[in-house]
């Protein structure tokens, strides 16, 4: 078929794709008008592509990679309502995605249930929750799959990896009400627990995870926000393989045949803002994220007795701002995350054993790690239900080797340039 000759696996995956949003729709457009249903069925996707333009980098980079790929962007979505009673709702939500959100590995659109719980409202302006939940920890919490609802391809990850988990299983509590003309005050709390998935963990949990959250939003234009959230982690790491997250004066080329546990707490606070014009918009959001490394437990004594106490800290933010010409949107975004690492506690040589790194001492504070981007893109409003989005992304690793919790690893001056390409739409 020539030089532009398009793969079997993209075009089953294109056509399946948008055979199932066409059964999915049909299912529930032909409802008599007079007729009130007592399921409620929306739906939502993105069908995404994305290629890497140029890189330095020797490192995998998830599912991207010079070759176009529909995996990294894409995904279906179903959020299901049914009324118990006045005041009782059961609610799901069930995604589809071609690789996780976190990690940006392959995941082939397994489908997870995102959300699973009962809402209970005994006021309009009260919401008790029971079950699982999202997790309020961003502006677009509530939509973080829905393309139509923010102006990205994907939410920036620089920010939005350092949350770790879309949501929790427990209990919720939300507020909202206007106090004053024009001025609506809103908050609420979780407590649960929340899975947290990578490549190189067997498990892991965000355990005891409190999130507490409060915004105002003032003449439907401006909406400012803060949240709050600790949690405790324990993180199982495979057998065999030696965590890349860990301390750089361990050694690195190591691998272990037993299983070890990490014991971290965690500390979350974010801060956004939401500006929305007829003519522009502009939204913003900073995150800070302290852990502190407790204790391992291990099969392998080396490791149980490596450190005894260790923080890393993370900064990060992003700025986006956006034009409105008609049915058209430029806009422009930059987004930074910067990792500290200090205070690592190393044990003396009797207690190390053989792979002593020396007499008890600390770490010399690490340098900042920082990495950047810089993106541009344009949005076409099709339809109200559909808009079509084109974007590049120019990403550096500005000092020295970057691994931000759980993406790649890139050295010092590394460049990556990739073009993305999407529709998203709701049904």
Request: glycine share 8%; proline share 4%; charged share 20%.
């Amino acid at each position: 078929m020539g030089k532009y000759k398009i793969s079997k696996k993209i075009r089953s995956v294109s056509f399946l794709f948008f055979a199932s949003l066409c059964s999915m729709s049909s299912s529930f457009a032909f409802a008599d008008e007079d007729e009130v249903p007592a399921v409620k069925v929306h739906g939502y996707a993105t069908q995404g592509y994305s290629q890497i333009l140029s890189t330095t980098a020797n490192s995998s980079l998830g599912v991207l990679n010079r070759n176009a790929t529909f995996l990294r962007d894409s995904l279906f979505g179903l959020n299901i309502s049914y009324p118990l009673d006045e005041k009782t709702t059961f609610y799901g939500q069930f995604v589809a995605s071609g690789s996780n959100f976190f990690t940006g590995q392959a995941i082939n659109y397994t489908a997870q249930a995102d959300m699973i719980m009962v809402s209970y409202r005994p006021f309009d302006w009260m919401d008790i929750r029971i079950g699982r939940q999202t997790s309020p920890l961003w502006m677009v919490s509530e939509e973080i799959d829905v393309g139509l609802s923010y102006p990205w391809i994907r939410p920036p990850a620089e920010v939005y990896m350092l949350a770790a988990a879309k949501n929790l299983t427990g209990v919720g509590l939300d507020l909202k009400r206007e106090v004053i003309d024009d001025v609506v005050l809103s908050g609420g709390v979780r407590y649960g627990d929340s899975p947290y998935d990578t490549p190189d963990l067997e498990s892991a949990y965000l355990k005891n995870n409190f999130i507490g959250y409060g915004s105002v939003k003032i003449a439907n234009q401006l909406s400012l926000r803060a949240v709050y959230g600790q949690s405790h982690v324990d993180t199982v790491v495979k057998a065999g393989i030696f965590p890349s997250f860990f301390p750089t004066a361990a050694p690195q080329n190591m691998t272990f045949a037993g299983r070890y546990t990490f014991s971290t707490g965690r500390r979350f606070n974010a801060f956004g803002l939401r500006l929305e014009k007829e003519d522009y918009y502009i939204l913003s959001e900073y995150a800070r994220v302290l852990i502190n490394y407790e204790k391992v437990s291990s099969e392998v004594p080396y490791l149980t007795a490596l450190y005894t106490s260790g923080q890393e800290k993370f900064n990060a933010y992003y700025v986006t701002a956006g034009l409105r010409f008609g049915d058209f949107s430029p806009h422009f975004t930059y987004s930074e995350v910067r990792k500290f690492r200090s205070n690592f506690t190393f044990p003396d040589a009797a207690k190390a054993g053989a792979y002593a790194i020396g007499t008890a001492k600390k770490l010399t504070p690490m340098e900042p790690v920082r990495q950047r981007s810089f993106a541009l893109g344009l949005n076409y409003n099709l339809l109200p239900t559909v808009v079509l989005k084109g974007q590049y992304q120019y990403l550096q690793a500005k000092d020295n080797d970057v691994k931000i919790i759980l993406g790649p690893t890139l050295k010092k001056g590394d460049i990556v340039q990739t073009i993305s390409a999407a529709v998203s739409l709701v049904f």
